[in-house]
């Protein structure tokens, strides 16, 4: 599934253009049935994608579940689109429902984690 991000001046292509080393992801311990789970630390995705991270002084192999080569597929894909003029950037179709409710999720601050 490609989605696009309408990238409309210099301040949008600057705040999205970043390296993987300067994207970070909270290690969560979704093994404990608790809902609020423990956390082994933060990592870049670039340490993700290397193929192993260290946890409590343990190497833990890593395996993305994206694909850089799927999403150059899907993004010259739509850039050929906008080109030929197929692809057009409109208003929302329809608004998300304000009746439906969702589970919270619990909010916690950087030092927490």
Same mark, same amino acid.
Do not use: C, H, M
């Given at each position: 599934?490609?989605?696009?991000?309408?990238?409309?001046?210099?301040?949008?292509?600057?705040?999205?253009? /970043?390296?993987?080393?300067? =994207?970070? *992801?909270?290690?969560?311990?979704?093994? @404990?049935?608790?809902?609020? &789970?423990?956390?082994?630390?933060?990592?870049?995705?670039?340490?993700?994608?290397?193929?192993?991270?260290?946890?409590?002084?343990?190497? /833990?192999?890593?395996?993305? =579940?994206? *694909?850089?080569?799927?999403?150059?597929? @899907?993004?010259?894909?739509? &850039?050929?689109?906008?080109?030929?003029?197929?692809?057009?950037?409109?208003?929302?179709?329809?608004?998300?429902?304000?009746?439906?409710?969702?589970?919270?999720?619990? =909010?916690?601050?950087?030092?927490?984690?």
């Amino acid at each position: 599934v490609g989605i696009p991000i309408p990238v409309l001046d210099e301040d949008i292509v600057e705040k999205a253009s /970043v390296s993987d080393k300067e =994207i970070y *992801s909270t290690i969560i311990d979704y093994s @404990i049935t608790q809902r609020s &789970k423990p956390s082994f630390g933060r990592v870049s995705y670039a340490e993700l994608r290397s193929g192993k991270i260290e946890i409590n002084g343990k190497k /833990v192999r890593t395996a993305p =579940i994206s *694909s850089y080569n799927k999403a150059r597929k @899907i993004a010259e894909t739509l &850039k050929e689109w906008i080109k030929q003029g197929k692809f057009y950037l409109q208003q929302p179709i329809e608004n998300f429902s304000l009746d439906q409710t969702f589970k919270p999720l619990e =909010i916690v601050n950087e030092e927490e984690i």
